[in-house]
């Protein structure tokens, strides 16, 4: 039957040679002709191109044409090397990276660099040789300063900037292994969950016009019925139609996979996350996916298949490979207040009992020189994650903490604490500064808002001076200053009307902030 085949499909070659027809790629309809792959979705359609007819004695299997587009996602290796050159297109060059922190942070330009200059390093070491790259190490890097200077705002935008996986946390919150809370390896953990949001983001972007075309022909499907000859011209109407808006009314039945209801778990016991996953991959995969028949208008079908394409399209690719990777050779961890963990060595509060303590010092330090961590997504190497601690140290010093966790944070940078120039620059110069944000919230109610610049500069005179006799908290002064200068005008401008003006003066700051300067000179004296 097979060399039957064969044979007539090669008369029919030679007849559309002959002819000067295109041959369009065919394939036999027999029962041992293997099933295309569902991944390719590959769209079937007749031949209109005429050919001649028959032999009558010539036994002509069935063939039909098929064209094959090219299939974005197929080969998991080019998507990863396709994001990786998307990936590195987006990273910033140091001075960018400073410009960018500079139009929300004021001061501290030392911070900026050595943060610039550890992300910069990090697609460095990307373009080494793979024998050299294996040698480079992530230099760590702590940062020290008073409270309220710009530590902590340093991370949160650094998260903004960078598309490589983030994360912030407190070094507080966790506690040493054998106690009641979390351990250090949660770090990784979480790092893990934030890689595999990253991940699915950016393959759904690549697959999002892909799983947009396919629910448009599920739909069309259902309106028209199967591709064939005869319904062409009645498809082609639908589908201008569908996509001029004109049948989002119109109500049809898809189904849609039902969720299982799953019980609350305690995503801090890596067991029992593992173990819940293990199990929903076995249920997945020894049964379909349970459907529920809905009824709904297109507008609505149309999102809901697309997420169904879109995740069948997904489970072509690797997106935990990809993930691990990603959280391997460009994760950012920021630890924050490092020197809350930290006891002074002097005197008999050398040994301290809180599991919040040394303990954790010492569980970090395998973590930042370099271990294997058994995650739900699969085993994470972290000997190239980038850590960045910060703390106060107040009431301890730097040479407190543990001498292999200082040797591990080799880069140290001391940040200044905040001047009465630098608290009027913060004022004025971020782009979303405590000025802007009070004029606009007060411009909700039809009143506007001036601050004059004698106002402006009182507004730092008082912080810094508030921050010298009471307590210094940096920049988060500015936040109690404001409140008690605006205290009144907020709760009155609902009452006044339509395009009032209110203007904060030299004067009206000095009267608000009398009684908080007395107040704050007599505590001095009191016992």
């Given at each position: 039957m097979m060399m039957l085949a064969t044979n007539s499909l090669r008369r029919l070659s030679s007849r559309a040679v002959r002819s000067g027809q295109s041959i369009l790629p065919i394939r036999v309809a027999t029962?041992?002709?293997?099933?295309?792959?569902?991944?390719?979705?590959?769209?079937?359609?007749?031949?209109?191109?005429?050919?001649?007819?028959?032999?009558?004695?010539?036994?002509?299997?069935?063939?039909?044409?098929?064209?094959?587009?090219?299939?974005?996602?197929n080969n998991s290796t080019d998507d990863d090397a396709a994001m990786d050159e998307d990936e590195l297109e987006r990273n910033m060059k140091p001075m960018e990276i400073v410009g960018a922190l500079d139009r929300h942070i004021v001061g501290q330009p030392d911070a900026k660099r050595a943060v610039a200059i550890a992300m910069r390093n990090r697609w460095r070491r990307r373009q080494l040789p793979e024998e050299l790259r294996k040698e480079v190490t992530p230099r760590n890097v702590l940062l020290v300063g008073p409270t309220g200077c710009g530590k902590t705002e340093v991370a949160r935008r650094m998260a903004m900037l960078n598309d490589a996986p983030f994360l912030k946390v407190e070094a507080t919150k966790f506690t040493e292994v054998g106690y009641h809370g979390r351990d250090v390896d949660q770090i990784i953990r979480d790092l893990m969950d934030v890689a595999m949001q990253l991940a699915k983001k950016k393959y759904t972007d690549r697959f999002k016009e892909e799983a947009s075309k396919?629910?448009?022909?599920?739909?069309?499907?259902?309106?028209?019925?199967?591709?064939?000859?005869?319904?062409?011209?009645?498809?082609?109407?639908?589908?201008?139609?569908?996509?001029?808006?004109?049948?989002?009314?119109?109500?049809?039945?898809?189904?849609?996979?039902?969720?299982?209801?799953?019980?609350?778990?305690?995503?801090?016991?890596?067991?029992?996350?593992?173990m819940s996953d293990l199990m929903q991959r076995l249920a997945s995969g020894s049964k379909k996916v349970p459907t529920e028949r809905k009824k709904m208008p297109i507008s609505d079908a149309?999102?809901?298949?697309?997420?169904?394409?879109?995740?069948?399209?997904?489970?072509?690719?690797?997106?935990?490979?990809?993930?691990?990777?990603?959280?391997?050779?460009?994760?950012?961890?920021?630890?924050?207040?490092?020197?809350?963990?930290?006891?002074?060595?002097?005197?008999?509060?050398?040994?301290?009992?809180?599991?919040?303590?040394?303990?954790?010092?010492?569980?970090?330090?395998?973590?930042?020189e370099g271990t294997t961590i058994n995650t739900k997504h699969g085993n994470v190497n972290t000997d190239y994650i980038l850590f960045i601690a910060s703390g106060a140290f107040h009431a301890v010093k730097v040479s407190d903490l543990l001498p292999e966790l200082q040797g591990r944070l080799p880069i140290r940078v001391e940040l200044a604490g905040l001047t009465e120039d630098d608290l009027y620059k913060i004022l004025t110069e971020p782009v979303a500064n405590l000025l802007r944000q009070q004029e606009a919230l007060i411009g909700a109610e039809g009143v506007e808002l001036e601050f004059e610049d004698e106002g402006i500069r009182e507004i730092a005179r008082m912080a810094a001076q508030l921050n010298k006799t009471v307590e210094n908290i940096g920049a988060r002064r500015l936040h109690t200053v404001l409140e008690r200068i605006m205290e009144n005008v907020s709760f009155e401008a609902a009452e006044k009307g339509a395009g009032t003006k209110v203007v904060i003066d030299k004067e009206l700051v000095q009267e608000r902030l009398k009684e908080v300067t007395m107040k704050a000179d007599v505590s001095r004296y009191i016992l």
């Open positions: 029962a041992a002709a293997p099933n295309v792959n569902s991944h390719y979705n590959p769209r079937w359609f007749s031949s209109s191109a005429p050919t001649d007819p028959p032999d009558e004695d010539e036994d002509i299997p069935t063939v039909e044409a098929v064209e094959v587009p090219p299939v974005k996602g396919l629910a448009e022909e599920r739909i069309l499907d259902i309106l028209a019925g199967p591709v064939s000859e005869n319904a062409a011209r009645g498809r082609e109407s639908f589908r201008d139609m569908l996509r001029q808006g004109l049948l989002d009314d119109q109500e049809i039945e898809v189904d849609v996979p039902t969720k299982q209801n799953q019980n609350e778990l305690d995503n801090s016991n890596p067991q029992i996350v593992a149309k999102s809901v298949i697309e997420e169904i394409e879109l995740e069948r399209l997904l489970e072509n690719v690797d997106i935990r490979k990809s993930a691990v990777t990603a959280v391997e050779e460009s994760g950012i961890v920021f630890i924050d207040e490092i020197d809350k963990i930290c006891s002074p060595r002097d005197g008999f509060s050398s040994r301290s009992a809180d599991a919040s303590a040394e303990g954790v010092q010492r569980d970090l330090l395998p973590l930042i």
